[in-house]
């Protein structure tokens, strides 16, 4: 399940030979809402049918029989993923999009500071190729939409309850929108509703919002989950651990570290980002990376003053001063980062790979029978 959630393909085969029949079903509706893109084609016998009804209850798209797969079996994929591009708009569903983890150990160090200007370069850098996502789920809750001049209107709790809804011009009405093109999701405000959210939920919400933003750029400054914080950072594709250079806060992030690894999230998959940097500091970047056991990846000046103001205002400080030495530092992240766009090339890449494989697959089964 992790590797289909985790990976670009437009097409899942699914065995519902009798065996296998209940596990198949749960698979297919689970996927039905992490990875609505996802095109998924049961493999069977039609002459058993239960294996049939099943498969067709469980939301698939078609069924391969494998007694009669060499005549059918091509001709039934290349229908399956021309709905697939015809319903999600061509090549679109290949391009899934990538997800930023910010992490600060403690409020304060200035995570949601470098996720803020993240996500307005990032939107920069998208142009006209689709808007970013700022996941707003740091402590103080929603205090990146506070400094974005943004309202609390429309929370996570309230886009899991209309998952099956989400589409673009949902999207659209429902989500919070920064006047630099990119939207915002909070948490809910009040800590009872907090508890509300489930984790699968939550993580098959950002699993379907990668079909509609490019990039979503995760700020979980200061969040005191470690189980949510390490199901969210097993997700992403790439994890920065933020903290300014102060004893306190590498002792925060430490501990975090251990948290995080006692629940299988590997040091290796995270970057060292330190805030608030100052050269008079005998603390550096490398000491503080050798002290958490993290790769280095950039230092953050320090630049109260303007960075106030910038929020005073309800902008980003790229968007007011883009020159700027903090906005140069992170567009230095950025440029490091820029893994996000996928290419038709690869989707025609992909494809071709899919239907080559069934033909083997029905090509070895018929030398077995």
């Not at 591009?85 to 899934?96: F, I, K, L, Q, V």
């Not at 979980?220 to 651990?241: H, I, N, Y």
């Not at 903290?243 to 060292?272: C, F, M, W, Y």
């Not at 030495?325 to 996928?342: D, E, F, K, N």
Request: proline share 4%.
């Amino acid at each position: 399940m992790q590797q289909l959630c985790s990976t670009p393909y437009a097409l899942a085969f699914l065995d519902f030979s009798t065996p296998q029949l209940g596990q198949a079903a749960r698979v297919a509706q689970r996927l039905a809402v992490s990875r609505p893109s996802l095109a998924l084609v049961a493999v069977g016998n039609a002459a058993n049918a239960e294996s049939v009804l099943t498969a067709l209850r469980a939301g698939v798209s078609d069924f391969i029989d494998l007694d009669n797969a060499e005549v059918e079996g091509l001709a039934i994929v290349q229908k399956a993923l021309s709905v697939h591009d015809t319903a999600w708009g061509g090549a679109a569903p290949m391009h899934r999009g990538k997800l930023l983890v910010l992490l600060g150990a403690r409020a304060g160090v200035g995570t949601s500071c470098a996720a803020i200007n993240l996500t307005a370069l990032a939107q920069r850098a998208l142009g006209t190729q689709g808007h970013a996502m700022l996941l707003d789920f740091g402590i103080p809750v929603a205090d990146a939409s506070l400094y974005l001049g943004q309202k609390r209107e429309f929370d996570l709790l309230e886009a899991i309850a209309s998952i099956g809804r989400i589409d673009h011009t949902f999207i659209a009405s429902a989500f919070a929108h920064h006047p630099a093109g990119f939207s915002l999701l909070p948490m809910p405000s009040q800590a009872e509703r907090m508890r509300e959210i489930a984790y699968d939920d939550a993580l098959a919400l950002l699993e379907l919002l990668r079909k509609y933003f490019p990039l979503q750029v995760a700020d979980l400054g200061g969040c005191s989950d470690p189980d949510f914080v390490a199901a969210v950072v097993q997700q992403a594709d790439e994890v920065l651990m933020v903290s300014d250079p102060s004893v306190g806060a590498i002792a925060s992030a430490r501990t975090l570290l251990h948290a995080l690894s006692e629940r299988g999230v590997q040091a290796n998959k995270l970057k060292l980002v330190v805030s608030k940097h100052d050269p008079a500091l005998a603390l550096g970047m490398a000491d503080m990376a050798k002290r958490l056991g993290l790769q280095p990846l950039a230092e953050l000046p320090h630049c109260h003053l303007a960075m106030l103001q910038a929020m005073n205002r309800g902008q980003s400080l790229a968007e007011s001063s883009p020159e700027a030495a903090y906005t140069t530092a992170v567009a230095g992240i950025w440029q490091r980062l820029a893994w996000w766009s996928a290419t038709k090339a690869d989707a025609e890449r992909i494809n071709t790979g899919l239907v080559q494989g069934l033909r083997r697959l029905v090509r070895r089964d018929k030398q077995h029978a």
